[in-house]
């Protein structure tokens, strides 16, 4: 397998809509980390989530996975899962699977699997049906409620700190352990750092920038909803070389969810070098005609990485193994272009 190669409702909100992604703290930096009991492919397997320790006494055969993420780490580690959630924002097409994930299931001549579709909760009969031996929900918003239901199924992995908060590398360690693949996660995440460390290297302008995510709606100019440090977005911009300026940082001290809020009047304070932006119903023209959202820094100075493409900002918003190589050459050069600007 190639080692580089959503419930409508919940990637929408938790992509995009502001007010509901607040409901969902995320606190990645003080997760738990996965044990590593399955290092060399030792078990029984231990990983630690939010819920408790869960125990994977052998190898796994049938290995579904709910949430986002999950299913990514498992095919870059060699198993295709028996089931995984069906995409419903990021897929142009309309078929269900993310590019990225079909492209190395397809890469290696093996079966798409089987979709489940989470938009009105987990589906409980559908996931047994498949007969899995084991469940993966690290990067997701399972509730104690769903996972002691799941629980009944197959032993079951919940996200390790906050729901949908978990970092690309820490779902990439937890299931690696689960697999009895801790080392080649390992090896996966070293090759995965050392391609963004590569790609960025193409664009110099960008050393030293400091960068920030945020989201505006075009229906609604009067604020500006900006990703926290703790958020997996402004993480991913971290991988890639681009600090968090000390200002966002100060404003994001007191927020509970990984996304703030700001008036469009005290926009300017959003003083980054680079903005990674998507604007809801507009484009870049939005913010630079308006009075307002004109005066932050990097929109004045058209040092702006848009992402208004559905796929890209998916792959963007909640980084895998997979999806970090698969946009990388088109992210890399949209913030080299946007930090030449700055």
């Known amino acids: 397998m190639p080692a580089l190669r959503l419930r409508r409702s919940a990637a929408v909100v938790a992509l995009l809509t502001a007010g509901a992604l607040a409901l969902s703290a995320c606190s990645t930096g003080n997760a738990p980390a996965a044990d590593s009991g399955a290092s060399g492919g030792t078990f029984p397997a231990t990983v630690t989530h939010v819920y408790g320790k869960t125990v994977i006494e052998s190898a ?26 069906k995409a419903t924002f990021g897929d142009p097409d309309g ?6 994930t079909k492209d190395a299931i397809t890469a290696d001549k093996a079966k798409l699997p089987p979709l489940h579709d989470e938009t009105d909760g987990i589906p409980y009969e559908k996931i047994a049906d498949t007969s899995p031996d084991l469940i993966l929900g690290t990067n997701s918003g399972l509730t104690k409620q769903e996972y002691d239901t799941l629980t009944k ?67 609604d100019l009067g604020k500006v909803q900006y990703y926290v440090p703790s958020d997996t977005r402004v993480q991913y911009l971290n991988d890639l070389g681009f600090a968090t300026p000390a ?65 890209l900002l998916m792959a963007v918003s909640a980084p895998t193994v997979l999806s970090i190589p698969w946009a990388l050459p088109t992210y890399a050069k949209m913030l080299g272009e946007a930090a030449a600007k700055a």
């Open 60 to 85: 796994p055969k049938n290995v579904a996975t709910i949430g986002w993420g999950s299913f990514d780490a498992a095919i870059a580690l060699g198993t295709v899962p028996v089931t995984i959630p």
């Open 95 to 100: 078929d269900g699977y993310l590019e990225w």
């Open 153 to 219: 199924i197959a032993p079951t992995v919940a996200y390790p700190g906050a729901p949908w908060g978990t970092s690309w590398r820490e779902s990439t360690t937890m299931i690696g352990a689960a697999l009895g693949k801790a080392t080649e996660a390992k090896t996966l995440i070293a090759d995965t750092e050392k391609a963004m460390s590569d790609e960025m290297a193409k664009y110099p302008a960008a050393k030293g920038k400091t960068g920030m995510v945020m989201w505006v709606d075009a229906k």
């Open 247 to 311: 200002s966002i940082t100060e404003l994001a001290k007191n927020e509970k969810g990984f996304v703030g809020t700001i008036s469009a009047e005290q926009a300017d304070k959003l003083d980054a070098d680079v903005a990674v932006i998507y604007v809801q119903g507009g484009d870049l023209s939005t913010l630079q005609n308006d009075p307002l959202l004109s005066r932050i820094p990097a929109v004045k100075k058209g040092a702006v990485a848009l992402m208004n493409d559905e796929a």
